[in-house]
């Protein structure tokens, strides 16, 4: 089993930063590839970035390539989503998710073992 707490969301204006954290608890973290999904009202929940349990693979949605950067920390247990450029189309909830079979490269959220409660980014204009 695997718990996942997802933080650093908030409010922001655009072209502002943050950082999301998600701390892991369990077993065997280190071997899961995990990633970052968002939903917005009123919308599917979509794939933002992804990672492989080395670190050495990571994977963007193009909406987001170039302004965002996933980051992971096995000695922490964390991994890390630098958010940057926001625009307001990036508000949503952010939640992390661990795939123990995956590259980082899932895109598809049913193929994820497990999830955390969510984060709310909100971008202002």
């Known amino acids: 089993q695997v718990q996942l707490v997802e933080s650093g969301g908030g409010l922001v204006q655009a072209g502002g930063s943050l950082r999301l954290s998600c701390a892991a608890s369990?077993?065997?973290?280190?071997?899961?590839?995990m990633g970052w999904f968002r939903q917005a009202p009123g919308k599917e929940r979509e794939f933002v970035a992804g990672i492989s349990w080395t670190g050495g693979s990571t994977y963007y949605a193009d909406s987001v390539k170039g302004r965002f950067t996933i980051s992971g920390d096995n000695a922490k247990n964390t991994v890390y989503l630098q958010m940057d450029s926001l625009k307001p189309e990036d508000t949503a909830v952010y939640y992390c998710a661990a795939d123990r079979r995956g590259s980082g490269s899932v895109t598809v959220p049913n193929e994820y073992d497990y999830w955390g409660q969510g984060t709310q980014v909100t971008v202002s204009s």
């Open positions: 369990g077993r065997t973290f280190s071997r899961y590839a």
